[in-house]
């Protein structure tokens, strides 16, 4: 027979991380598609393949991924395409989307 162990209640810090966890913009969802795709200015899309069209957040993971899936054509850095540089709004009148923080408070 088993012990009479009394069930385990929330602790305040698991209630805070369940409540920082909904209220936060992780970038997930239809909210945060533009910024996945780099639709706009501040998105995590920054470098676009010239052969299949596919995003990447930077210079290393691009190499990467170009050598893994383009490995007979020759990695050329100025081929890439910046898609903050030619997505960019002229004027920044409204916030940049971000991973971290909400306006939900």
């Known amino acids: 027979m088993t012990g009479k162990a009394k069930p385990k209640k929330h602790t305040a810090k698991e209630i805070q991380a369940k409540i920082d966890a909904a209220l936060t913009n992780r970038g997930g969802g239809k909210a945060g598609i533009a ?14 393949c010239p052969h299949c069209k596919i995003t990447a957040p930077d210079l290393k993971t691009m190499q990467i991924h170009h050598e893994s899936k383009h490995p007979k054509v020759p990695y050329e850095e100025s081929k ?26």
């Open 35 to 48: 910024d996945r795709t780099g639709k706009e200015k501040g998105g995590h899309a920054k470098f676009e």
């Open 80 to 105: 890439l395409v910046n898609l903050h540089a030619v997505l960019a709004p002229v004027a920044e009148s409204k916030p940049k989307p971000g991973i971290r923080g909400s306006l939900k408070k």
